[in-house]
T-cell receptor
């Protein structure tokens, strides 16, 4: 059973561009969580999704950020018009209920 | 919502010694407490977890204890090895620090463990 997969592993964007981060959960897991981690800091919850539904987006900035988990395909975290402050590691985790298994992360650098 | 405090923020031990990391939580309804190990450049890896219906759980050199009355839980690593060096995060499954009706994992800020050979 493959683990949680994320791509790309590293993403470089210039200010104002769009960043699109993908997460494929473990087989059989219907819950996906996205977290942001700044250097030497903990994991901050952003959004919780189930297939085709956003359950809790209370940790996600209301502007420029969006997330989806379609019926088919990976979950996508989309950041529009990126700014330097968006530079961070973004992790997704998949879960059958409350145990969460993390992917390797996408490290976003905004120039 | 849930608030998780983790101490210490850094811990340095000699190889073979034990290491203990402590966390406290605020939501008495929290019922699941995982610990994660994160190595440099990697995602957090679940190493052990405990549910609120037990007080202690062991897996080889690692153990977790839970005191529901005091609302704290601890990670114990015995016979530490250099490969145990990493950042360790505790978490609690509760209502979250941003409110809302959905339970979520709230993480401590992490402990950087260094095991010196």
């Amino acid at each position: 059973n493959a683990g949680v997969m994320q791509n790309p592993r590293h993403l470089v964007r210039r200010r104002g561009q769009e960043a699109r981060l993908r997460c494929s959960p473990m087989k059989g897991h219907s819950h996906v969580y996205w977290y942001r981690q700044l250097p030497e800091e903990g994991l901050k919850f952003m959004v919780y999704l189930q297939k085709e539904n956003i359950i809790d987006e209370s940790g996600m900035p209301k502007e420029r950020f969006s997330a989806e988990f379609p019926k088919e395909g990976p979950s996508i975290l989309r950041i529009q018009q990126v700014v330097r402050g968006d530079s961070a590691a973004y992790f997704c985790a998949s879960s059958p209920y409350n145990e969460q298994f993390f992917g390797p992360g996408t490290r976003l650098t905004v120039l | 919502g849930e608030n998780v405090e983790q101490h210490p923020s850094t811990l340095s031990v000699q190889e073979g010694d034990s290491a203990v990391i402590k966390c406290t939580y605020s939501d008495s309804a929290s019922n699941y407490f995982p610990w994660y190990k994160q190595e440099l450049g990697k995602g957090p890896q679940l190493i052990i977890d405990i549910r609120s219906n037990v007080g202690e759980k062991k897996d080889q050199r690692i153990a977790v204890t839970l005191n529901k009355t005091a609302k704290h839980f601890s990670l114990h690593i015995t016979e530490t090895q250099p490969e145990d060096s990493a950042v360790y995060f505790c978490a609690a499954w509760g209502e979250g620090d941003s409110g809302g009706s959905n339970y979520k994992l709230t993480f401590g800020k992490g402990t950087l463990l260094t095991v010196n050979p």
